[in-house]
């Protein structure tokens, strides 16, 4: 290819109202982030324990993830972390996904109506010497059932009930103020069309209604209000007054067509409600809360008290999209207060070209000679565009080129991005003690605007991107810059934000599974996120494959705890083992958990809290809190991480939260918790203190648990 | 009311896991998928049985056809008569009613409609003529099984009809049945349905900043969208369908006609059990939608309207473009409009 190259005209340059900064920022990128550790030792890569899994299946003792049970002739097996939720006394919460697959014979489709099973829930912890143990909550499988289907033909019979009414299966799970979990949502699976009572028919899964309650204090679940709407992969998120607020979620999957109410057909759940956690009641909020949402939409509650919607979810209803689904490529901001939705941006516009993106774009517009690419823009590295159009007319000018349009959309990573994670980065004050700027990383998935199909490209992305909301003058001002790619794209990642503000990704696959099951090769190469290089690096290998529900959770100690795997079965079919074809062995679930040691957990000088408690201190907003430590004069950093609780890549409550140190003396810091509940919702968090060790890296410390009080407040007061 | 119609009509070819396997088995097979109908024994996907109306005689039965992992009668008698669905040879296998279903065991069209694929034939039930063997198979006057006749391998799609891609009737079936010991059929024929050669996408033709502190993106999508900001001191009104206006986008925020058809396919306009109306001709009723400059919306005027482009186009294989459009608007006394087009992508490109 011939590079025409034109001059940058001066007009181009100053329409975007910057001026491009010095070409050696380009430079910097190459070099590549490594902070000086490259070998593959624990201290470099972390590193894994071995895989350990409940011990026994009923009363039988057992290695085997499932037994045969003589008198039903069915397979029971151990549950696996297809959610995983961090208690408020450290131990762990988890369910199944997917329960009973294991006894489909020929075709899930089928089947999976009569075979389904309630998902069944359990209770791990760690004793001091780190041995694991498990108690079964009550009721096990926390003890919902869907009273009535929604039948496609009003009145009709021709519905098969016999499996699974009441699945945690597909439940967004929130920690409430006071640390209990609620789960919200659900599948009943049935056949429709069907029979009675007969292993025959199409699977439906049609979504809950309802809440349910897990106390840790008593190991029990209890029902609370059910929604106005039934949801399947809604997301739900505390706001700042601790009631939670719920969008999306389908009703029902396969056959989303609703006679009584036809414009909700074809589409997913575009009414929110929220939870008043007083009353235990769920309301809808009206007409401008409605809004159109992908499933498990990535969500977040900003320091203003608004939830953003980070153009982020699951897609794949029905037959593959919504008709609507052009709208969840906007970013939105839904207010509390007025009760209504606003649209933000575009996602990934305006894109701020920076190093990363110069360097991005110049490969995939001329592969065979991305260094002169480069060097032409890097010229504009600094601009940004407001718009895909003005991207691509200034790359055009600039170049010489007609650009295609989609090659651009991709390396932004622009519009709706399906099964990532999207992350929100430590909130920090400003100078004035503010927190007025929140920043999410989204890394892999599958991009689906550039393709308009659903779920998208089938090869998952390795494009990584920071998108900032400036919360300044009353607006909401979104921006969006790339980082360094992944070393591979990754479909279904988990992502962990550790204590020294790293990012871990975990898990997943390089296909996306829900296209073609069993197809794909589970990758098991994890790869962190340095925030200072803004660049991703290879990290240990995981033990086990873990591809569709998978999850992974931060620990107290600043361990992470990894775990989950529930694929749907071979091509939608019985799992077929095609590992001599070098694909997945999709050989079910996977009950197992390993523990991820990052690097700091190696070291020898991590700070440590000597008043560290085992329970979670009462922090209230406002006061100050002191932590004692021999090593105070270093400790340049206090961390507030909530525990976190998550499906589905979700945890729309996960925040860190820095708070000032106002005060310090040869042995103790003296924090002050932040005053807005935006900031700051109640619930439990894990206290880190940290020091910057020589090369800029972060020490962090274990953690102590404390617990941010809730403003008191009554049914009637709401 | 038509992305209803072609909601249910996405519903009867299957939902996404249907879908799937599917596309999972074509990856396995690599067979011949479309274009002239499939050989003996491959299934062709895009062949769709359709049932016709029912006969006066069965008028109070329930009958429904499904597309699923196959063509699935499912049927409701519910009456105090006899329903008995008869094999190819004429003989009873089904009774469905009066408050049960029997089968008879000794037929092997009740081993080869139960499942899909069928399941295995006991010796006994293979040779022609064996004596009923009726048994209860379900308490309740309901059943769903998959009829060898409803199946499309053997229907061969002329090759003008493949050619030109465009839905036909290719062929025809029937099942006979015995209703209160009378002969009738539920009869149904066979649709040649191709799946889309390709994809559609909206593109500006004229740019998307329009004017001053406003701009227009084309948001991508089955039906594509736009993303309109007007951060100027004036209101931007755009106009629908019918150029009525749809909605006010400005310094005050965003204001829906409510009373805009085109509203109310917008993806934005209130779901609720008791719909607004559209009238275009009908004084705008304002209700507030936002309370920022911004505002999105699904646009079908961006869509093309058929599901395939002309045939020419398909025969070419390239990406083309197939459809012209114009959203006007109106920016305090300026008029204004957005222009664009609409491509055709090749599935293969």
């Known amino acids: 290819m011939t590079i025409k190259m034109k001059p940058i005209h001066a007009a181009v340059l100053l329409a975007f109202g910057a001026l491009p900064v010095a070409n050696a920022q380009l430079g910097g990128l190459l070099g590549g982030g490594t902070t000086g550790c490259s070998d593959t030792t624990p201290q470099c890569i972390g590193a894994f324990s071995a895989p350990f899994a409940e011990p026994k299946i009923g009363d039988v003792a057992t290695s085997e993830k499932c037994i045969l049970e003589p008198a039903t002739g069915k397979q029971l097996c151990k549950p696996a972390a297809g959610t995983l939720t961090h208690l408020d006394d450290g131990r762990f919460l988890y369910f199944n996904a997917l329960e009973g697959t294991e006894n489909v014979e020929f075709n899930i489709v089928a089947e999976f109506g009569s075979q389904s099973v309630n998902d069944q829930t359990r209770v791990l912890s760690f004793s001091s010497s780190g041995a694991p143990s498990w108690v079964k909550p009550s009721p096990v499988d926390a003890g919902a059932s869907n009273a009535e289907v929604t039948p496609l033909i009003p009145g009709g019979l021709l519905v098969g009930q016999g499996g699974a009414n009441g699945a945690l299966f597909c439940a967004d799970v929130a920690q409430l103020a006071d640390g209990r979990i609620m789960a919200v949502g659900g599948t009943d699976f049935y056949s429709e069309p069907g029979i009675e009572g007969l292993p025959i028919g199409v699977l439906e899964l049609e979504g809950l209604k309802n809440a349910r309650i897990f106390n840790p204090k008593n190991n029990t679940w209890t029902q609370t209000g059910s929604m106005n709407f039934g949801r399947w992969y809604p997301t739900v998120v505390n706001l700042a007054n601790s009631d939670v607020f719920v969008v999306s979620g389908v009703t029902k999957l396969i056959k989303p067509v609703y006679p009584q109410s036809p414009a909700q057909s074809g589409r997913n759940v575009v009414q929110s409600e929220t939870y008043n956690a007083a009353c235990g009641t769920w309301s809808e909020n009206g007409a401008l809360a409605q809004r159109s949402l992908p499933l498990f939409a990535r969500i977040h509650l900003l320091p203003n008290g608004h939830v953003l919607y980070n153009a982020a979810g699951q897609s794949f209803n029905p037959a593959g999209q919504g008709y609507d689904q052009a709208l969840w490529n906007i970013v939105g901001a839904y207010d509390p207060a007025t009760r209504a939705w606003r649209d933000v941006a575009y996602a990934g516009f305006p894109f701020q070209l920076n190093s990363f993106g110069a360097d991005q774009l110049s490969h995939a517009l001329n592969p065979t000679n991305p260094n002169l690419i480069r060097i032409l823009l890097s010229t504009l590295v600094g601009l940004t565009f407001t718009s895909p159009d003005t991207l691509i007319a200034t790359l055009g000018q600039v170049l010489g080129l007609a650009v295609d349009r989609q090659v651009v959309e991709k390396v932004v990573g622009s519009g709706m991005r399906g099964s990532t994670f999207s992350m929100m980065l430590p909130l920090k004050p400003d100078a004035y003690g503010n927190y007025t700027k929140a920043q999410f990383l989204t890394a892999g998935g599958i991009i689906s605007a550039v393709v308009a199909a659903s779920p998208g490209t089938y090869i998952p992305t390795d494009s990584s991107r920071i998108d900032t909301i400036d919360l300044v003058g009353g607006e909401t001002n979104y921006s969006s810059r790339l980082t360094g790619k992944l070393n591979q794209g990754r479909w279904y990642g988990s992502g962990v934000l550790l204590p020294d503000t790293s990012v871990m990704v975990f898990s997943g696959a390089n296909r996306d599974e829900v296209v073609a099951p069993g197809l794909e090769a589970a990758i098991v190469q994890t790869e962190r996120f340095d925030p200072v290089t803004q660049t991703w690096k290879k990290m240990a290998l995981q033990n086990q494959r873990r591809t569709y529900h998978n999850t992974a959770v931060l620990m107290a100690d600043g361990r992470v705890l990894v775990g989950g795997h529930a694929p749907i079965t071979t091509g939608y079919t019985a799992h077929i083992d095609l590992s001599a074809l070098g694909l997945g062995p999709n050989d079910g679930r996977d009950p197992s958990f390993e523990i991820y040691s990052p690097p700091y957990v190696f070291r020898s000088d991590r700070p440590v809290i000597s008043n560290a408690t085992s329970t979670p201190v009462n922090l209230n907003r406002g006061q100050t809190h002191k932590i004692n430590t021999s090593s105070a004069a270093a400790i340049d950093g206090v961390l507030l991480i909530r525990n976190t609780d998550t499906t589905h890549l979700v945890d729309a409550d996960q925040r860190a939260v820095y708070v000032p140190i106002v005060s310090r003396n040869s042995n103790s810091v003296t924090v002050r918790i932040p005053d807005s509940a935006a900031v700051l919702p109640a619930g439990h968090y894990m206290l880190f203190i940290s020091r910057t060790a020589s090369g800029g890296k972060i020490v962090p410390s274990k953690s102590t648990p404390v617990h941010i009080e809730a403003d008191a407040r009554s049914c009637n007061a709401t | ?349």
């Open chain 2, 1 to 349: 009311m038509q992305r209803d119609i072609n909601m249910l009509s996405s519903v009867r070819k299957g939902g996404p896991l249907v879908r799937s396997a599917c596309f999972f088995s074509a990856l396995l097979l690599v067979g011949p998928a479309f274009g002239h109908g499939g050989g003996h024994g491959e299934k062709n996907e895009d062949i769709v049985a359709v049932l016709d109306k029912l006969p006066a005689a069965l008028q109070s039965v329930k009958v429904e056809l499904h597309k699923t992992l196959a063509s699935q009668l499912v049927i409701e008698n519910k009456t105090d008569k006899l329903l008995e669905i008869l094999d190819a040879d004429g003989a009873p296998f089904l009774r469905i009613g009066p408050d049960k279903v029997q089968a008879n065991l000794a037929a092997a069209a009740w081993y080869r409609t139960y499942t899909e694929t069928g399941i295995p034939i006991p010796a006994a039930a293979k040779e022609k003529n064996a004596a009923p063997k009726w048994s209860a198979v379900s308490k309740t006057p309901a059943w769903g099984w998959f009829d060898l006749r409803l199946r499309s391998e053997d229907i061969r799609v002329p090759h003008g009809v493949a050619d030109a891609r465009r839905t036909a009737t290719v062929g025809q079936w029937k099942i006979p049945v015995h209703f209160d010991g009378k002969p009738t059929a539920l009869t149904g024929v066979f649709r040649y349905m191709p799946r889309p050669s390709g994809r559609f996408e909206a593109r500006l033709t004229g740019g998307g900043e329009i004017s001053p502190g406003i701009s227009v993106q084309i948001l991508p999508g089955p039906v594509p969208g736009f993303f309109v900001t007007n951060t100027s001191r004036e209101t931007l009104t755009v106009f629908g369908r019918a150029n009525e206006p749809l909605v006010r986008i400005g310094p005050e925020g965003v204001y829906a006609n409510v009373k805009s058809p085109t509203w109310q396919q917008s993806g934005q306009a209130e779901v609720s059990y008791e719909p607004m109306l559209a009238d275009a001709k009908a004084a705008p009723q304002w209700v507030l939608r936002s309370p920022s400059p911004r505002f999105s919306w699904i646009d079908v005027r961006a869509a093309y309207p058929q599901r395939e482009p002309p045939a020419a186009v398909v025969k070419r294989g390239a990406r083309a473009e197939v459809q012209r459009w114009t959203i006007p608007m109106q920016h305090g006394q300026t008029e204004l409009k957005v222009t664009g087009a609409t491509d055709w992508i090749p599935v293969s490109k």
